[in-house]
């Protein structure tokens, strides 16, 4: 696939060209995973391209960075623009960015401190995570053999790169078995989440997701997912879910900035409801959908214009 990227990537306040972007290889992240990253996405609206949340994104960043002592000397604020600054450099309107910080080349060894930080915000255009079909006829999943980090291992609401080698067990085996993605348990053996997606059941009016608790990154879709449910009137509980609950439920389906709002049609080849995409998760989808066509009413600060038409 030929990725349609910006040529121009934001590099500790400077910009630079894509084919000037390297790092050396001794680089601490290289060794020892040092990295912190975001994924948000910008949608054309009726009012012209939008960064959606950007600000809870930065700021899931900057928390990210605190957890692992990195001092990033940009604030909440400063990010923001660079990212507005970055698609307006390239002329670009939707598109995925993906503002990263990782610790450089400096000296080896495990303790990161000595090494520089380094911040790039890239950005490029990107269609539907889970394939172009996957939001109006679902995904085939799985449960993982592999389960999410445990408490006080790797911190799961620190969006780091390390996290994502968990991460690429469950998507490998996943795709090695014939599926689309896989669901990973916690620790405790309850439900976590997708290795890129949190995940929501459906049963009746009551819908649930796996808490804070269960070892996974507090979405920005999610909780954008839980305001609409409320909204619409469902009773949303975060609360632990035995894995068996998905088997005898009406519908469930992914959230996350790449996979937006995808229903799973079946877990482990066990039709989910009637194996089809729910009236539930179609409603989520329209409400969702409707931010960006100005159908829907959301915080100003939930979308943030690079340049607003009249
Ligand atoms: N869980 C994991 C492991 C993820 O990688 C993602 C994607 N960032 C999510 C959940 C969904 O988070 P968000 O809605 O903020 O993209």
Redesign the pocket.
């Known amino acids: 696939m030929k990725l349609k990227y910006g040529e121009y990537l934001w590099h500790n306040e400077k910009f630079i060209k894509w084919n000037d972007a390297h790092i050396h290889v001794m680089s601490h992240v290289v060794h020892y995973g040092s990295s912190v990253f975001e ?1 948000i996405r910008a949608y054309d609206t009726n009012q012209g391209p939008a960064i959606y949340r950007l600000k809870d ?1 930065i700021r899931r960043l900057k928390d990210s960075a605190k957890i692992y002592r990195m001092d990033v000397p940009w604030n909440v604020e400063d990010l923001c623009q660079a990212c507005v600054d970055t698609i307006n450099k390239n002329q670009m309107g939707a598109c995925y960015i993906r503002p990263v910080i990782f610790r450089g080349f400096g000296t080896f060894g495990v303790d990161p401190t000595p090494n520089p930080i380094e911040t790039y915000i890239i950005i490029w255009e990107w269609g539907k995570y889970l394939g172009p079909e996957a939001l109006e006829n679902g995904v085939d999943v799985c449960f993982s053999s592999w389960n999410r980090m445990s408490p006080n291992t790797f911190p799961a609401m620190a ?1 780091t790169g390390a996290n994502y080698m968990n ?1 690429q067990l469950i998507k490998m085996e996943a795709i090695n078995n014939g599926y689309v993605e896989g669901i990973a348990l916690d620790a405790n053996g309850f439900i976590s ?6 995940i929501f059941v459906v049963r009746g009016n009551k819908i649930l997701t796996p808490p804070i608790s269960a070892s ?2 507090p ?4 909780d954008t997912v839980i305001h609409i449910l409320e909204d619409l009137g469902y009773e949303v509980a975060e609360t632990p879910l035995p894995r068996e609950i998905v088997y005898i439920s009406d519908e469930v389906f992914f ?4 996979a937006e709002v995808t229903p799973i049609r079946s877990i482990d080849k066990t039709p989910v409801g009637t194996g089809k995409r729910g009236p539930v998760t179609k409603k989520v989808q329209d409400e969702f959908f409707a931010i960006f066509s100005g159908k829907r009413k959301v915080p100003e600060d939930w979308l943030r214009y690079l340049h607003k038409r009249m």
């Open positions: 994924g994104h969006k991460s989440e997708g290795s890129g997606e949190n996974i990154l979405g920005i879709t999610r959230t996350g900035t790449a």
